[in-house]
């Protein structure tokens, strides 16, 4: 409930440089105590407002599967594929046209080895063996009979951000840098059930996972993360999953690197060791300065990006704004989230939405009021681990930059007089 | 995390009559321990596994905007319009095939009452006038400067299952009987924010909100509830709403009656008392008994319903099952949900899934041990205030049968000993 009887706001509200207000502004007050937005217009506003044609007559009929407006055109993922073929790529979400945590499903970044297989539910098989005591093979009608679990759990590829290992900053938005990063509501059986099924036996310490696309995508995972978390999901955001995000079911291993959560999941085979597929070995691992490669790095580290302001997104008048964004962190949940409109010099909380969940995207929000200068507008994310966002100078002094994955350092925003949002590094 | 060192499985488990197991079976255990779900098929498993033609061709290219599988294509609404119309009736959510929390946009419900309205957000405008100390117009651009808010939210149509007012159990399914209800995550901007804005008149105690649509949808909505945790929704599940959901903008009234969650906002006029729409008075009233009908009923009252097992969908052999479905209160939080085997002569606590937030829905998960013979499966909901479901023959003894609102009872699932599932009173 917004209380009536809220203090007078003063100077006291400054909670950051450069104009950053504190983040309970949003809480106890509105737009109109901190000093209206006012963009409204209020001459002759009643008398403004017309009959437009959509009111004088009646509208489209029902349909069985409901699409976006033709307005929102925008609204849609960008993608890329590798010279002489269509389906080796990534599309990536536009989250400088989103709000909330949910991505929808329409708009669910996607990275493809080798296109989208067009998998018949009725022959596709999932394959239990190895080191169990009875190798299994369900339907997916068999699947349906286990018990469920739902979790809100954000996917990020391994390779987002990697634009900002280069020397100069890309000169691209929150799409194109950033977009390789959704969140969605994952149902599923868990692995485990299935695995205590088959039966593990105690040699067993990893699981090689393989989809059924024309890649033959496959990664190792250690048994400990499979007991504890993973599911074969069924569902993405209450539907059946979709072809494109692995229907008819795919691995979802909540905070790992995106490869990982393997999608058209045909084969579990336990193991003692890790299988050092080609997806392992000759991709997804981690170059150093030294010519050597980090192996196995599973868990996205805590990250955060401002979505709106962003490149591409113009700022209006001076006057108040809000700052928002997404972090997340496969370490866990989010505990603090911090913006600063200085290029990091002064950093003020930004509040968090509810509920903020593990491995889940959470969106913070903090308010502006831009004095119609130059600004350089970060995010720092921590996570109940303790791990905090590191700067991208750091990120790179601690690792080097050949390195094309896991890039997860601060990125920066440059607000020009004239209201051009840029990318930059501060 | 799963426990290796659990305690043996016992007669204790058994929760309730007719086989419901205790809930925390599906947190501690696994449903090989508790008796296997025995569906997979281990004979010659490895050998069995073909490589099917999906696996030897690259898969199909990217697009902008993605869509489902075309396996799933009755995973869809049913609808219907009123005679002479094709846009104003209901469509409904598919619950039976769906899972999780969310509902995706492209299956949430919708009643509309001329059709779906086709509007250009360039010339949309938002009226605030009445009572208030400046009447403000607002465009969509001006809205996006203000602070926004993020809740997932159920919406229910007043007149969901309202066929169980009906003498005999409709023989039809969760689909067309409880299907007006869907729940998303909206974000928007708090309308006590636009209303601090334009500076609310001490006298006013209501307002009328319109919308942009043909038929002129509108309604009253007391000032405290507005006051309170109205959005004005700009975002469903991340993207846009939708044209169906009220693009650009509709009101959010959390846990009231869907119809006033008016969609294509237009106008909001502060007043001293309500307006009297034909939206409030001829209809979206609930006859009683005495022939006289109560007005403005709000919040949706307590409820649930079992998705799975339900009508359409066949059991199997004996042995695990998982009964699950959702729950949601317009007064609050889920507290707890109780399942029935036997026509509520027992019931036993079910699994609520994580997070469980106020008016939004909660899915629920209870295991089941069939035993092949006949059963009738209800839930029961109870909410923090401590608002209790009541059975169907408690709610028509207390409002008749005459109304065709809120109907709220506990529904019933007969299980038969050849597995089909049929709509019963019980």
Redesign the interface.
Known sequence: ??KNNRPALSESEQAAGNGLLDRRL?LTA????VG??A????AG??E???V?P???????????????????SK?????A?APG?????A?RTPHH????????????F?R?H????????E???L???GLVK?????TL??LM??????R?AFIECAGNSASLYQKEPAQLGVQPIHGLLSCA???GV?L???L???GVDPRARWILAEG???S?MSRSVPLEKV???ALVA??Q????V???NG??MRLLLPGYEGNMNVKWL??IKLTEGPTMTKDETSKYTMLQNDGKSLQFCFAQEAKSVITRPSPGLTM?AP????I?GLAWSGYGRIAKVEVSADGGASWAPAAL?E?V?PMAAT?F?S?WRWDGGPATLQSRATDDSGYVQPTRSKLIADRGARAIYHFNGIASWAVAQSGEVKHVYA
């Open positions: 409930m917004l949003f509105t737009a109109a105590a209206s937005a963009v409204a217009d209020h506003a009643a403004a407002l017309p437009e959509w009111m004088k007559t009646p509208g489209s009929p029902f349909v069985p599967y409901g699409q976006p407006s033709k307005y929102t609204v849609a993922r960008v993608f594929s073929t269509t389906g080796t790529g599309s046209l989103l709000d909330g945590m949910i991505t929808p499903n329409g708009l669910h996607e493809h080798s296109g989208i297989p067009d998998i018949n539910p022959t596709h098989r394959l239990i063996h009875r190798p299994l093979v369900y009608d068999a009979r286990y018990p469920m679990e739902s809100i509501e994952w149902t868990r485990a059930t299935l205590e099924d088959a059924a696309d024309a033959g007991m504890g978390d069924i569902y955001n209450g539907e059946p979709r072809p494109s229907y008819p045909r084969r209006g006057g108040l704004y809000e928002t939405q509920p969940l969106r929000r308010p």
